[in-house]
């Protein structure tokens, strides 16, 4: 068209990005790539080809890895780590601020190579992504430095093996190693294999950099390497995806004493009450569900509007959509880009198509005849029955519902297995902060939609994973105490025979929901001591767990009290223990046959002590994020804990777990030390006097081996804890895949319950949700 | 007269769009009106990374550019030659053999906008060209002189010939919360406009608020304002992305309510034609292509024009430009 024929119809036009660089750099790599393995490239093997999913042409081909490539790139950081992390804090800052540099430096090979390889918008590969991973590397580079210092208590994991998604390469590559070589870890990471361009050319900035070799190694190949990684003699595993494979990576971890984290799929809830700004809330949307062509885990995909306000936000949500420019990737005027591969675009479309419910709407674009696009969707009137609304669908369609209070906002949020993220659209304030803490997720966002920083923690919670990448909660990912653990033999209940030491029979109940309840199956054992028959404690079963979860689930308002109550409470129980100090000391002695009763009795009212001193102290962090406005990073509750207290330390075992545990607001149905059981039980005569509510505290006698998988699957219970002497471990971890609850188990080793680890079980009994709050007049 | 409606044509929309005629004040609408000035930042911070235009079809948004611009002089040192300098460059915008290498015909720009006592010289200086002359009026530009006085300049500079009227509102009236005031203020200043168009200046710079400069452009246009503006120009902050994101989301809820299309026009700090680009894609795709045409969408502006004209000469010959190789207006 002449230029005065455009003057009239005022298109835009093609506005293409050069992929010259992108391809030449390519070229010069041969177009075929190996691993990147102890500093250098492996020559190409067998593999596959990556392709532009714009055009579908071959880019490159990888080479899937092998077993003893995997093995080859493990030994290499297994090598490498102590150098690595013996290089000190300061010394590592200067690589990662070298790599930040790079890939600065290099910024727009990075931004075309990734949306030639992954299909998203040049404009976001240019403006987000690759500033985001440059970022991560600055950040870290300045947590490197300030390691010693502020983290003098941790120490690397040691190697960690890295798994990372198709839908943000790079930027998940920095998520997963900036941290990990900031705390002095090496790596073996293996991208997608529909998108491991970026990772390559990361792989020859590291050599740029001059990073030591072992400290980075890349593996490229499909879900079969990824398997190996997990399978391989690692002590981390990191991985970003889907949650059934997250799932399946818990159940291949369990009990072999690896530390997990698991950022995986989501259903975010986008709330949008009626007070909002409704045009910013419909951009945002933009930002939510056609960022990435919604590929992206915290998308925000499941619209709440109120009622009030529904007609009139879908139909301008609906102009808005007919508004985005979907097409070549690599133009510079196009909001929606190719989705990644065949195999997703067959996946969304399968599931729209499976959708019989509401009314579907999508945004009146053209679709370029080749390459994997799918326009721009919206489907109104869906009920939470509906599959759509519950289902992950990780494409460019958003579904939706209506809300008629805030109470039902959160409901409806909060209706999902997963718990990502969530935004909240309301110039209300009092509205803001009173929704956000209850939405169940690891990010909210208020006014504002996807915003994500190195400074502040990202991560999940229920079926959405676990664990925090970013800002300093994203640290405890890759380090741990210092310190060695000695192994923990088991220690089997006292026999013996004869009368009752006390004339008088007095009977051990469980004690659940504030009541003392006999046990379900109507069984009980005897409790020897060396004087003869201290008592008889019940043996609880699977209902028994039963009743003390649902006991504790429904003594949810614990989590909403103040910790100065808390607090209380705490110091309560501190104060009737001790009056009857003497008894316990007694007990212990008598059980355990040791002579030890009084001083534990003492530690265990300094832990409850000190629980309630820090109810009240154990305060979040407002991130300094880069935008005017703050990201608050509130400590929460886990909510309900399973834990099976230490064998060993009959009483103080048992409060060491229970006390920081309730302090951060938290109930927990506990199963008291199977040898030594009636320590417990008198706790909880103890715990009857000082006010705490019914439910908060649970306790179960009986066998460890028998409560553990009914604790573990559980699935309204959201972490389970296991420091008992009988070895159930991996036992645990397996069971917690289903509702992917957190889980701390001691491997078969023990915790010197002399020393006060509160700060652990704080952190333990904590979740960080990062509130972004974005402000200005 | 038949010459000169053809000639006008030539540059002018074919249809023609009938006039606001204003409805009544809407106080639950005005109140119900938010604006989030973070979300509001971010959407116009990314823009200008979302949209870009790019060889002959930049070629072609620069010449539509021209021919949006309020070429504009409002300097107490203003003379009758000065004015006709600018009238001479309105008329002929972009040298002939320029638009002749672009094969383009020869374009205006949208009108003239001077002072009151410089109509009579821009009238003549402008005549048989069908460029309307605007006039700012109404005590521009603080609007603070006696309102009879200022209902009585617009009538003054309607019957000097001014076709359109760029007028001030009273900024208190907004600052105060008082949208009775300000609805009754813009619809004297309407009516006093008869058949000239009335533009609102708003001086969003002096507003406040995002949430302010939303609840004033609604209710101007409630008293029947044909154009929105920005600023007078003479505000230490004048038109920005996120003003300009506010004000024309405000006339896309007006037409969706009431059917009637308000103008829109930008005033102060855009020079530059990049800038120009990057608010002419704001218009397409906030509010559609029928937004890019003169009758709803105006710059108020005196130096864009020569960076356009620079942009212009390097698309055709290659080569980045000299401001003096252009003729000054």
């Not at chain 1, 080859?72 to 013996?86: D, S």
């Not at chain 1, 600065?104 to 949306?115: G, I, Y």
């Not at chain 1, 009212?605 to 990201?631: E, M, N, S």
């Not at chain 1, 645990?732 to 895949?737: F, H, N, S, V």
Request: glycine letters at 10%.
């Amino acid at each position: 068209m002449s230029i005065k024929e455009l003057f009239e119809t005022m298109e835009y036009g093609p506005a293409p990005e050069s992929a010259a660089e992108a391809l030449a750099w390519l070229v010069d790599q041969g177009d075929r790539f190996g691993h990147f393995i102890d500093g250098a490239f492996t020559a190409p093997g067998d593999g596959f080809d990556s392709r532009n999913p714009a055009t579908g042409e071959v880019l490159a081909t990888l080479t899937q890895a092998t077993q003893a490539e995997v093995d080859a790139a493990v030994a290499a950081a297994r090598k490498a780590q102590p150098k690595w992390a013996a290089l000190g804090g300061a010394g590592r800052a200067r690589y990662l601020y070298a790599i930040a540099r790079l890939l600065q430096k290099h910024s727009r090979l990075f931004a075309v190579l990734e949306t030639l390889d992954n299909g998203k918008p040049i404009r976001e590969s240019r403006d987000i992504d690759i500033p985001l991973a440059q970022r991560h590397f600055y950040y870290h580079a300045g947590m490197a430095q300030l390691m010693e210092s502020e983290l003098p208590d941790a120490e690397p994991l040691g190697v960690c093996g890295q798994i990372i998604p198709w839908n943000f390469p790079l930027l998940m590559l920095a998520w997963k190693v900036a941290p990990a070589l900031a705390m002095g870890n090496t790596v073996v990471l293996k991208p997608a294999e529909y998108t491991s361009l970026t990772a390559l050319l990361f792989a020859d900035i590291c050599q740029q950099a001059g990073v030591p070799k072992g400290v980075v190694n890349i593996v490229t190949g499909d879900g079969a390497v990824g398997e190996m990684i997990v399978a391989s003699d690692v002590d981390k595993i990191a991985f970003t995806g889907s949650t059934a494979v997250g799932r399946r990576i818990r159940e291949a971890t369990a009990g072999r004493g690896l530390e997990l984290t698991l950022e995986l799929g989501g259903k975010s809830a986008y709330i949008v009450f009626d007070d909002a700004d409704i045009d910013s809330a419909i951009e945002g949307l933009v930002d939510a569900i056609w960022f990435n062509q919604g590929q992206v885990c915290c998308a925000g995909s499941r619209l709440l509007v109120q009622e009030g306000i529904a007609d009139r936000f879908h139909s301008k949500l609906r102009a808005r959509m007919d508004g985005l420019r979907l097409g070549n990737p690599l133009d510079k005027c196009i909001d929606v880009g190719a989705v990644v591969d065949p195999v997703q675009l067959q996946t969304i479309e399968r599931m729209v198509a499976s959708n019989t419910a509401g009314t579907v709407h999508q945004a009146s674009c053209a679709l370029p005849e080749n390459g994997c696009y799918y326009p721009p969707t919206l489907i109104t009137g869906l009920s939470t029955s509906d599959p759509l609304m519950q289902e992950e669908i990780f494409g460019p369609v958003l579904v939706s519902t209506t809300f008629r209070t805030p109470a039902e906002a959160v409901e409806l949020a909060n209706n999902t297995r997963y718990g990502l993220a969530a935004t909240v659209w309301t110039e209300n304030v009092n509205l803001a902060f009173d929704i956000a803490p209850k939405l169940v997720a690891g990010v909210v966002w208020v006014n504002a939609t996807n915003l994500f920083d190195a400074a502040a923690g990202f991560g999940g919670v229920r079926e959405s994973g676990f664990g925090r990448e970013g800002g300093w909660e994203g640290l405890a990912a890759y380090t741990r105490p210092k310190g060695k653990c000695k192994a923990l033999a088991r220690i089997e209940p006292a026999t013996g025979q004869g009368a009752p030491v006390d004339p008088i029979d007095r009977t051990a109940k469980l004690y659940v929901g504030g009541k003392q309840a006999r046990p379900d199956g109507g069984y009980s054992r005897p409790v020897w001591g060396k004087s003869g028959l201290l008592g008889h404690v019940g043996l609880a079963n699977r209902k028994d767990v039963r009743n003390a979860v649902e006991a504790a689930a429904g003594a949810a308002g614990w989590a909403k009290t103040t910790g100065h109550l808390r607090a209380q409470i705490l110091y309560y129980i501190g104060e009737n223990l001790s009056a009857r100090a003497e008894e316990f000391a007694h007990r212990i002695d008598a059980m355990t046959g040791k002579r030890g009763g009084a001083q534990e009795v003492e530690a265990s009212i300094q832990r409850l002590f000190t629980a309630a001193a820090w109810a009240d102290k154990y305060d979040g962090q407002v991130h300094g994020v880069p935008i005017r406005g703050v990201a608050l990073a509130m400590k929460e509750p886990v909510g309900v804990i399973g834990a099976l207290c230490a064998d060993e330390a009959p009483l103080l075992g048992l409060v060491s777990v229970m006390a920081p545990a309730i302090a951060m607001g938290n109930r927990v149905v506990l199963a008291a030390s199977e040898p030594y059981p009636l320590a417990a039980t008198d706790f909880y005569q103890i715990l009857d006097t000082s006010d705490v509510p019914a439910g908060v505290v649970n306790i179960l006698t009986g066998s460890h081996g028998e409560l553990a998988k009914p604790l573990a699957s559980h699935l309204n219970v959201d972490a389970v804890w296991s420091f008992s002497s009988t070895d159930l471990s991996a036992e645990i971890e397996r069971a917690a895949a289903g509702n992917l609850k957190r889980t701390w188990v001691n491997n078969a080793t023990s915790l010197d319950w002399g020393v006060d680890h509160s700060k652990r079980f704080l952190q333990a009994a904590t979740e960080i949700k990062n509130i972004w709050v974005p402000y200005g007049e | 007269m038949e010459t000169q409606s053809l000639e006008r044509t030539a540059h002018l929309p074919q249809v023609t769009e009938p006039r606001n005629p204003g409805m009544e004040l809407d106080l639950d609408w005005v109140r119900a009106v938010q604006a989030n000035t973070s979300a509001i930042e971010r959407r116009a911070a990314t823009l200008p990374g979302r949209r870009s235009v790019k060889r002959d079809y930049q070629a072609a948004w620069l010449l539509k550019a021209i021919t949006l611009i309020d070429l504009t002089t409002l300097s107490g040192d203003d003379t009758v030659g000065r004015v006709r300098r600018l009238c001479a460059k309105a008329r002929q915008p972009v040298a002939p053999a320029l638009l002749d290498a672009l094969g383009m015909g020869p374009i205006t720009t949208g009108a003239v906008c001077v002072y009151h006592d410089m109509i009579e010289t821009a009238v003549e200086a402008l005549e048989g060209t069908g460029i309307p002359v605007a006039a700012v009026s109404t005590g521009f530009p603080a609007g603070l002189s006696p309102f009879h006085l200022r209902v009585a300049e617009i009538g003054e500079s309607v019957a000097a010939g001014a076709e359109e009227i760029d007028i001030v509102i009273s900024r208190r009236h907004v600052l105060t919360g008082d949208w009775q005031a300000l609805y009754d203020e813009m619809k004297a200043f309407r009516a006093a406009c008869g058949h000239a168009h009335v533009k609102a200046i708003l001086a969003t710079g002096e507003l406040g608020s995002l949430r302010n400069v939303a609840r004033a452009s609604l209710v101007c246009m409630m008293a029947g304002a044909d154009f929105i503006k920005t600023s007078t120009g003479k505000e230490s902050v004048n038109a920005t992305l996120p003003v300009s994101l506010v004000m024309i989301r405000a006339i896309r809820d007006y037409y969706d309510r009431t059917g009637y299309r308000v103008g829109y026009k930008p005033a102060g700090g855009i020079s530059k034609a990049k800038d120009a680009l990057v608010y002419l894609s704001l218009m397409k795709d906030e509010l559609g292509d029928r937004w890019l045409q003169p009758d709803l969408f105006r710059f108020g502006a005196s130096s864009l024009l020569g960076d356009i004209e620079r942009q212009l000469e390097h698309h055709v010959t290659g080569a980045y430009s000299a401001g003096y190789r252009h003729a000054v207006g």
